[in-house]
């Protein structure tokens, strides 16, 4: 079992910043690599970024790559997004989730969930 904690969205006016954290826990936590999503009303949720635990591969989707930069911290078993220059539609909430695969950018894909967090970007 993986518990994911995520923390960190909020009100923001557009080009603003956030730095969105996961906390992963559990006892096979390091067998599992991390990866943000995000849903936005009305919509699917969507791949953002991921990482895994041992060699640091990070890979994202297309809309993400510029602004948004997923790290990690091993010490802190914690997953970390970037987010900059945040636009009105980059409004939703975001989860984090855990996926036994190397590469992972589909829903089906992740096995644990958090809660989410919700980011609203509006002047």
């Known amino acids: 079992q993986v518990q994911l904690v995520e923390s960190g969205g909020g009100l923001v006016q557009p080009g603003g910043s956030l730095r969105l954290s996961c906390a992963a826990s559990?006892?096979?936590?390091?067998?599992?690599?991390l990866g943000w999503f995000r849903q936005a009303p009305g919509k699917e949720r969507e791949f953002v970024a991921a990482i895994n635990w041992s060699g640091g591969r990070k890979y994202g989707a297309d809309s993400a790559k510029g602004r948004f930069t997923i790290s990690r911290d091993n010490r802190k078993n914690t997953v970390f997004l970037q987010v900059n220059s945040l636009k009105p539609e980059d409004t939703a909430v975001y989860y984090c989730?855990?996926?036994?695969?190397?590469?992972?950018?589909?829903?089906?894909?992740?096995?644990?969930w958090g809660q989410g967090t919700q980011v609203t970007v509006s002047s």
């Open positions: 989730a855990a996926s036994s695969l190397t590469i992972a950018t589909m829903r089906g894909q992740y096995t644990y």
């Open positions: 559990g006892r096979t936590v390091m067998n599992y690599n």
